[in-house]
């Protein structure tokens, strides 16, 4: 294996159900309801799970939803400014905390 994760276990997603078989269908009952078409496409929803999965930086969801949104017709650099959304997101929401530190700095500094 020549990473931490190994690329083989995304096609042991459906094994979850080995140990818990009622929250695994639940789980599955669930996804599956989420990507259907709805007020968004399963293409706009396969983009944004693209980008969550960056945010949430799970490396099997990167695998599965780069394959998922180039299946359902996105664009490379659609693909791509998904992910720069999620880490502006997420780049601003680690600065937004900085207001605690420095309210705390100057708590500590009076």
Known sequence: MDTYYNPGDL?????ISEFQPEFAE???SYYGS???????????KSLIALAVAHAVQCPYCIDAYTSDT????CTEPE????????AAIRG???L??????MNKAKD???
Not at 96 to 101: F, N, P, T
């Open 108 to 110: 500590l500094s009076m």
């Open 34 to 44: 989420v990507f259907a078409e709805g007020a968004l496409t399963a293409r706009e």
């Open 92 to 94: 601003g929401a680690t």
């Open 79 to 86: 693909m791509m400014e998904a992910v720069h959304v999620a």
């Open 96 to 101: 937004v905390h900085s207001v605690q530190m």
């Open 11 to 15: 096609k042991k997603f459906g094994n």
């Open 70 to 73: 180039l299946e359902k017709g």
């Open 26 to 28: 639940k789980f599955f």
